[in-house]
């Protein structure tokens, strides 16, 4: 990798903005002298997610619908991080809104990118330990969430049929075993 070389960024104009996201292009100039003159770049804020434990070693999952498949998927809860608070306050807000549910204790598991080609941000993953449910569900206006709760190899079931195919959810899953004290050869 040590040889791959930054392009230069020769100009940026932004094409299209939103509270939510930032849609630019770039033009840039490779190591060699290529130019390439549109590379889109989509600015996210952070995202996190939470990987609940209930008291009793169940998983917390939300089940939503996600209109860009047109499908329901089962997911962690999870959102974006805004200005305002830290990933960590965003993922126990987003736990409880989401499900009532409220830690015990919150474990910082680590950062992944989304999508490096195209979005600049990170998502942030949390292990909640010792959720119980505290009070009803408090969902934004456009969501429609269902709670679901299950072991740790149920979780580990739905990856491998297809259940859970969200690769965001997979990789924050994996990145949590060992918090969770699965240990992978």
Same mark, same amino acid.
């Not at 392009?7 to 292009?25: C, D, G, P, Q």
């Given at each position: 990798?040590?040889?791959?070389? !930054?392009?230069?960024?020769?100009?940026?104009?932004?094409?299209?903005?939103?509270?939510?996201?930032?849609?630019?292009? @770039? !033009?840039?100039?490779?190591?060699?002298?290529?130019?390439?003159?549109?590379?889109?770049?989509?600015?996210?804020?952070?995202?996190?997610?939470?990987?609940?434990?209930?008291?009793?070693?169940?998983?917390?999952?939300?089940?939503?619908?996600?209109?860009?498949?047109?499908?329901?998927?089962?997911?962690?809860?999870?959102?974006?991080?805004?200005? !305002?608070?830290?990933?960590?306050?965003?993922?126990?807000?987003?736990?409880?809104?989401?499900?009532?549910?409220?830690? @015990?204790?919150?474990?910082?598991?680590?950062?992944?990118?989304?999508? &490096?080609?195209?979005?600049?941000?990170?998502?942030?993953?949390?292990?909640?330990?010792?959720?119980?449910?505290?009070?009803?569900?408090?969902?934004? &206006?456009?969501?429609?969430?269902?709670?679901?709760?299950?072991?740790?190899?149920?979780?580990?079931?739905?990856?491998?049929?297809?259940?859970? @195919?969200?690769?965001?959810?997979?990789?924050? #899953?994996? !990145?949590?075993?060992? #918090?969770?004290?699965?240990?992978? &050869?």
């Amino acid at each position: 990798m040590a040889d791959i070389e !930054k392009w230069n960024v020769l100009t940026t104009a932004e094409i299209f903005k939103t509270h939510f996201y930032r849609l630019r292009t @770039d !033009k840039c100039e490779l190591p060699d002298g290529r130019v390439m003159p549109n590379y889109y770049v989509m600015e996210f804020t952070d995202w996190v997610n939470v990987i609940p434990i209930t008291t009793d070693d169940r998983v917390i999952l939300v089940e939503q619908y996600r209109h860009a498949i047109g499908k329901v998927t089962i997911e962690f809860p999870g959102g974006s991080v805004s200005l !305002k608070e830290s990933a960590e306050l965003a993922g126990i807000r987003e736990l409880q809104e989401e499900t009532g549910y409220v830690p @015990d204790e919150i474990r910082y598991v680590g950062k992944h990118r989304p999508n &490096p080609a195209i979005q600049n941000n990170f998502l942030h993953t949390y292990v909640a330990l010792g959720c119980s449910l505290e009070h009803a569900q408090n969902l934004d &206006p456009f969501e429609d969430i269902k709670v679901i709760t299950r072991t740790i190899p149920e979780v580990i079931d739905m990856i491998y049929d297809g259940a859970i @195919d969200h690769s965001l959810i997979i990789a924050s #899953f994996f !990145k949590s075993l060992r #918090f969770l004290g699965f240990h992978l &050869p």
